[in-house]
């Protein structure tokens, strides 16, 4: 049995897979069929794709609150490096690049009505 531990600001919780398949939704055959051919949920990370999973999940949270070019370079920034803006590792991603101008071009269309 595999044991997922879940580290918060109030403790933790030690839970079976088990668990997960019935909360916060019960899985239907078609998630188990996706997480047996993408490993994307209930499986062991190594210590980098933790680190990538917190940034990513950190870049989704900035989005929310229109922080798009922080949430751009949150996903390209490696642990190691300084803190801040960088927009010439934005400029190095095409498709981030225009997603994060067509994301702007969203927000200075909507503040204009």
Not at 17 to 38: A, G, M
Not at 58 to 74: E, H, M, P, S
Request: aromatic share 12%.
């Amino acid at each position: 049995m595999n044991y997922n531990f879940q580290h918060t600001d109030a403790g933790g919780d030690i839970r079976p897979d088990s668990y997960f398949s019935s909360w916060p939704r019960v899985w239907t055959e078609l998630d188990f069929t996706i997480n047996r051919q993408t490993n994307v949920w209930l499986h062991s990370m190594t210590p980098r794709q933790e680190v990538s999973k917190f940034l990513c999940n950190r870049a989704i949270l900035l989005g929310n609150f229109d922080r798009y070019d922080k949430a751009v370079t949150a996903t390209l920034r490696r642990p190691s490096e300084s803190r801040g803006s960088d927009p010439e590792k934005i400029e190095r991603f095409p498709l981030l690049r225009d997603w994060l101008a067509g994301q702007r071009a969203d927000k200075a269309a909507a503040s204009t009505h």
